[in-house]
């Protein structure tokens, strides 16, 4: 069994439900503190959502630490569902017909092992690196993400702390290991939206306000509405409703309210603040009488083709003879954070088709692919 193998499995094997750490910052802190690196935890949350967040840095040898590489993931798991779906315990990985199996394979306790061990091959043969190397690692991405890498992004920036490349070890691949990385995200400003009636009984609507009815021709026209374009990097902006409640359960009632949840994905070429007087102006010129409660939850970042997008993509072709594609499809990650302090952030990792679900796996024959990619990226861009 490889390196990287048995550190992924050792990981799998940790219960590390979000928030739940399960001891697998304790087994990556133990690892990067023999090969010379600084590590520091910091616990933070309320008494019953306690966070755990790893920062760890080792230092280049061209004084002032030079380019610095960070490489960035959460080792928190989603829920496992049913046990009696899984073929095997979702916390005891277990290799079948190629495939490793566990909570928390794809997404992504692979792609950290993979980091882990790349560090330590890559300082046994550049003992004098050039450029730093650090590692940031949160319990708290699959939950909120309020005491996770924001926070710790917050910390960094407070004491001065420079980055100039992030890798995040999200699972980017689509059929191939290496086919898809991304360097960028689009920003997701979610809101709540209440449309006030007037409740009657049904069978006298002229004594009441259908909320509903008065709803639809504006919705339909905000489903219809063109946003933007997009750009070269990104898909045009998307409105989408993803819940819609209103009534008391009887059917002869007319409601005094109706709810919706709705959700832009939103490119570069739209802000925020446009996006709402856009929509609310469309719900005055139907006359609803509404409140929204608005939840910015991240702005869109993009990295573009840089240094650090130009060295993963170079150590693909290497290591796996697949030409990448730059991506900014899916939805947010703890990039949105660190974007705001590092100028090149980019995500990659193993497949991503059974992430989050029953049976969640990992190829075995990709581990050692991976780790080998991040090894070269580190090469070209800190040794």
């Known amino acids: 069994m490889s390196a990287t193998l048995e550190l992924t499995e050792a990981l799998i094997a940790c219960k590390s439900v979000t928030p739940a750490d399960g001891g697998c910052q304790d087994l990556i802190a133990k690892r990067l503190q023999a090969i010379g690196f600084h590590t520091e935890s910091v616990v933070s949350g309320p008494e019953n959502f306690q966070v755990t967040n790893l920062w760890a840095i080792k230092q280049g040898s061209a004084g002032a630490q030079g380019k610095v590489l960070m490489f960035a993931g959460h080792t928190d798991v989603v829920p496992t569902g049913p046990l009696d779906k899984w ?3 979702p916390f005891s990985p277990s290799i079948r017909d190629g495939l490793l199996f566990g909570r928390g394979a794809a997404d992504m306790k692979t792609s950290l092992a993979g980091f882990v061990v790349a560090t330590e091959e890559f300082v046994l043969t550049h003992p004098n690196h050039s450029g730093s190397i650090a590692f940031l690692i949160t319990s708290d991405e699959e939950g909120p993400a309020n005491d996770g890498t924001v926070i710790m992004c917050e910390r960094l920036q407070k004491q001065g702390q420079r980055l100039d490349y992030c890798v995040i070890g999200e699972p980017t691949s689509v059929n191939h290991l290496g086919d898809m990385i991304k360097n960028g995200r689009r920003g997701s400003l979610s809101g ?10 049904i069978a006298y609507p002229h004594l009441g306000k259908n909320p509903i009815h008065l709803s639809a021709p504006a919705i339909a026209e905000l489903v219809a509405t063109e946003w933007d374009r997009g750009n070269e990097y990104f898909q045009p902006t998307s409105f989408q409703v993803s819940n819609v409640h209103a009534g008391t359960g009887a059917n002869n009632v007319i409601p005094n309210e109706l709810v919706i949840d709705f959700n832009f994905r939103f490119s570069t070429e739209s802000k ?15 006359q609803l009488d509404f409140e929204i409660d608005w939840v910015l939850g991240g702005s869109p970042f993009i990295t573009g083709n840089g240094n650090l997008a130009s060295a993963l993509r170079k150590a693909i072709q290497s290591e796996t003879h697949i030409d990448t594609e730059l991506s900014t499809t899916g939805g947010t990650s703890d990039g949105r954070f660190i974007a705001k302090i590092c100028n090149e952030v980019v995500e990659f990792g193993p497949l991503n088709a059974t992430s989050h679900k029953i049976n969640e796996c990992v190829i075995v024959d990709d581990v050692e692919p991976l780790k080998n990619i991040y090894r070269k990226t580190l090469e070209q861009l800190v040794a």
């Open 87 to 89: 073929e095997s315990d």
């Open 192 to 201: 709540k939206l209440r449309v006030k009636g007037i409740q009657a009984h």
């Open 272 to 286: 925020p603040e446009e996006l709402r007087n856009r929509l609310e102006a469309v719900l005055h010129s139907h």
